[in-house]
């Protein structure tokens, strides 16, 4: 075997000395060349700009967590997820979460991230400290399965978002430590890469490295290698290696690694059945293994070979491998171990002042969330081609169109009902358009919102203010756009008081189809639900706008339908700045015409005795209401989470 190289900076790779046909020295020359692989991510332990945190050991006792089986409706009973767990992962330490498919891995995660709560038995501590959720998710971080990154931001753009809301330090000193951490993790060459042109091992690498800006002393990787080539599986661990060496808490859920990932693991938690059948160090598996009788077959992969087990392979050996656990064959191993490490001293950020309090707020204020969140929100607005560029072409194309269609017809007394139908079809047409894109706001980008708030970068009012007031302004910008193009084309009266009334009202009813559609976005479960449901809820709301049907004409039992019809009050107030304020006769082209008078027009809509100023306030509470029913859902929805 070749010699381990005991370089900080590089990783040897042992390979077994075998003869070459042609000799030693190409056998010599082979052998230093595949000696070494230089690996510059172990940089990482090397941070000067890192903030200085309090070293964390994490133990847990007795952890239990069950849940409720069948609908709400239904219940069939409780079902144990975990039973009866007890473990401690120390700082320094790579700990690797291994099992079959159903074990608990994740489960086991997400209960000592904080992520899950509800069915939870057991003590979880925290240097020795029953554990404060809200002071421990400040200083740990969970980096999920999934990259669940912004597609729109560069890689120094989504740092600088994340140094902003986690640091409270100069500008300049925020711009050093970003550049050093993308430099440490080999993401420098590709820092004003949009992330999604980004590759599968550098997204992992840039959801390392924005968790990275504060230095958190624990940190939580939910299948780090999924979907990674071997190389980048190396890359990936081996920086997860080195953070803890910097005397960081590295915790993994892993499924099946390789050998060579495998060795690099400090200690092993593996599950079965929601049950530990190990726990300690990798060299010590294989002889535990042996001593209760399952003996590794030669030149196979451990990490393999005791998922098989725990699968049943070998037959049913969990009852043994439970009560071996139980009965502490795994804890003097370990014991062993703990003292050697606490022996060995390594350089680190993270310093065993355990006494130090951590800070239950966030380290910046609200208003400054709100502000990075929304130049955030923005700059993401501008770069989506489909929701603002796609927007922004269909309101002129549409706003042409209509214009050609009913052109000049709006001072023709022949042509009242030709006209109306243009208004209607303005409101509908504003409703659609400001409702389809929004309802997809929170689905796609929920994951994204869950895992930053749930890190701690920012509270949900500051993410939820920013999210609506960032949109607001293309919201308004769009119907004025439709509304300049479609007014004077089709000859509605050129008076600047009605003009105005008309844009007002098409705008105040964009924004309340808006606030409806972030509700039914905030409230499904996927994007094919939100889809489904938003244009299902806009067929009552035309139904009962008073262009189909009058009032009057409603059933006494549906009338109330039409109050909350928002596109009522928009239909009215338009026929009311249109047609009312005493406007004058129309034109008439035949012998007769109808409705020459604005009058008769209001009386068929039975809009007559209707207030402008009502509709105004009307569609303001409607704004205001579904405003506040989202931000509710929303709080609902990250609170159910856990």
């Known amino acids: 075997m070749a010699e381990k190289t005991q370089e900080q900076g590089s990783v040897s790779i042992p390979m077994e000395?075998?003869?070459?046909?042609?000799?030693?020295?190409?056998?010599?020359?082979?052998?230093?060349?595949?000696?070494?692989?230089?690996?510059?991510?172990?940089?990482?332990?090397?941070?000067?700009?890192?903030?200085?945190?309090?070293?964390?050991?994490?133990?847990?006792?007795?952890?239990?967590?069950?849940?409720?089986?069948?609908?709400?409706?239904?219940?069939?009973?409780?079902?144990?997820?975990?039973?009866?767990?007890?473990?401690?992962?120390?700082?320094?330490?790579?700990?690797?979460?291994?099992?079959?498919?159903?074990?608990?891995?994740?489960?086991?995660?997400?209960?000592?991230?904080?992520?899950?709560?509800?069915?939870?038995?057991?003590?979880?501590?925290?240097?020795?400290?029953?554990?404060?959720?809200?002071?421990?998710?400040?200083?740990?971080?969970?980096?999920m399965q999934d990259d669940m990154l912004l597609p729109h931001l560069t890689v120094r753009e989504a740092m600088m978002v994340s140094a902003n809301l986690k640091l409270n330090e100069s500008m300049q000193v925020k711009t050093e430590l970003v550049d050093e951490i993308l430099t440490a993790?080999?993401?420098?060459?590709?820092?004003?890469?949009?992330?999604?042109?980004?590759?599968?091992?550098?997204?992992?690498?840039?959801?390392?490295?924005?968790?990275?800006?504060?230095?958190?002393?624990?940190?939580?990787?939910d299948e780090p290698t999924s979907g990674l080539d071997s190389a980048s599986c190396f890359q990936v661990v081996s920086l997860m290696k080195s953070l803890a060496q910097g005397g960081r808490t590295i915790i993994c859920t892993i499924h099946q690694p390789s050998a060579k990932l495998f060795e690099m693991f400090d200690k092993l938690y593996i599950l079965s059945q929601g049950q530990c059948i190990y726990k300690g160090t990798v060299p010590h598996l294989i002889p535990y293994l042996k001593s209760l009788g399952l003996h590794c077959p030669?030149?196979?992969?451990?990490?393999?070979?005791?998922?098989?087990?725990?699968?049943?392979?070998?037959?049913?050996?969990?009852?043994?491998?439970?009560?071996?656990?139980?009965?502490?064959?795994?804890?003097?191993?370990?014991?062993?171990?703990?003292?050697?490490?606490?022996?060995?001293?390594?350089?680190?950020?993270?310093?065993?002042?355990?006494?130090?309090?951590?800070?239950?707020?966030?380290?910046?204020?609200?208003?400054?969330?709100?502000?990075?969140?929304?130049?955030?929100?923005f700059i993401t607005i501008c770069r989506d081609m489909v929701l603002t560029h796609l927007r922004v072409m269909s309101h002129l194309c549409i706003g042409v169109l209509i214009g050609l269609l009913y052109l000049n017809i709006g001072n023709d007394a022949s042509k009242v009902f030709n006209n109306t139908g243009f208004l209607f079809f303005s409101m509908l047409f504003l409703m659609f358009a400001a409702l389809m894109p929004t309802v997809l706001t929170f689905p796609l980008e929920m994951s994204v919102f869950l895992r930053e708030h749930l890190n701690y970068?920012?509270?949900?009012?500051?993410?939820?203010?920013?999210?609506t007031m960032a949109d607001i302004p293309f919201q308004v910008i769009c119907p004025i756009m439709y509304c300049s193009i479609v007014y004077w084309m089709t000859e509605q009266p050129p008076e600047a008081g009605r003009y105005l009334l008309f844009m007002a009202l098409s705008t105040s009813t964009a924004l309340v189809a808006q606030s409806l559609g972030l509700l039914i976005g905030a409230a499904s479960t996927s994007v094919q639900v939100a889809t489904f449901v938003g244009p299902v809820t806009a067929i009552p709301v035309l139904l009962f706008s008073g262009f189909f049907v009058n009032f009057d004409t409603i059933p006494k039992y549906l009338q109330w339908s039409s109050y909350v019809s928002y596109v009522r009050y928009g239909f009215e107030g338009v026929i009311l700045s249109i047609y009312g304020m005493n406007r004058s006769e129309l034109e008439c082209p035949g012998v007769v015409c109808k409705f020459q008078k604005p009058e008769e027009v209001l009386q068929l809509l039975d809009v007559e005795d209707a207030k402008l100023y009502v509709d105004f306030m009307v569609l303001g509470m409607f704004f205001l209401v579904l405003r506040l029913a989202t931000y509710l859902v929303l709080r609902y929805k990250v609170k159910s989470e856990r």
């Open 17 to 143: 000395e075998t003869k070459l046909p042609g000799g030693a020295p190409q056998e010599a020359a082979l052998l230093t060349h595949l000696k070494k692989v230089e690996n510059h991510i172990t940089e990482a332990q090397r941070f000067s700009h890192l903030p200085r945190r309090s070293a964390v050991d994490l133990e847990f006792t007795e952890l239990s967590y069950t849940i409720r089986e069948g609908p709400c409706w239904r219940r069939r009973g409780y079902k144990a997820l975990l039973k009866c767990l007890s473990g401690r992962f120390s700082n320094r330490e790579l700990i690797g979460i291994m099992g079959p498919s159903g074990a608990g891995k994740s489960t086991l995660m997400n209960i000592l991230a904080g992520y899950r709560e509800t069915g939870m038995k057991g003590q979880i501590s925290v240097n020795g400290r029953p554990r404060d959720l809200r002071t421990f998710r400040k200083m740990s971080c969970y980096i």
């Open 298 to 377: 030669t030149y196979h992969n451990p990490a393999d070979f005791i998922i098989e087990v725990a699968s049943g392979e070998y037959g049913d050996l969990n009852s043994v491998l439970f009560e071996a656990v139980q009965g502490g064959l795994c804890s003097e191993e370990g014991k062993k171990n703990s003292s050697d490490k606490s022996d060995s001293s390594c350089h680190s950020q993270c310093h065993s002042d355990t006494g130090t309090i951590e800070k239950h707020s966030f380290a910046t204020s609200t208003f400054t969330q709100f502000c990075i969140l929304f130049k955030r929100t």
């Open 457 to 467: 970068w920012y509270s949900l009012k500051a993410y939820y203010l920013a999210k």
């Open 185 to 221: 993790l080999g993401l420098q060459e590709c820092a004003q890469t949009r992330t999604n042109s980004l590759s599968g091992g550098q997204c992992k690498r840039l959801a390392i490295a924005l968790e990275l800006v504060n230095n958190p002393p624990v940190m939580f990787f």
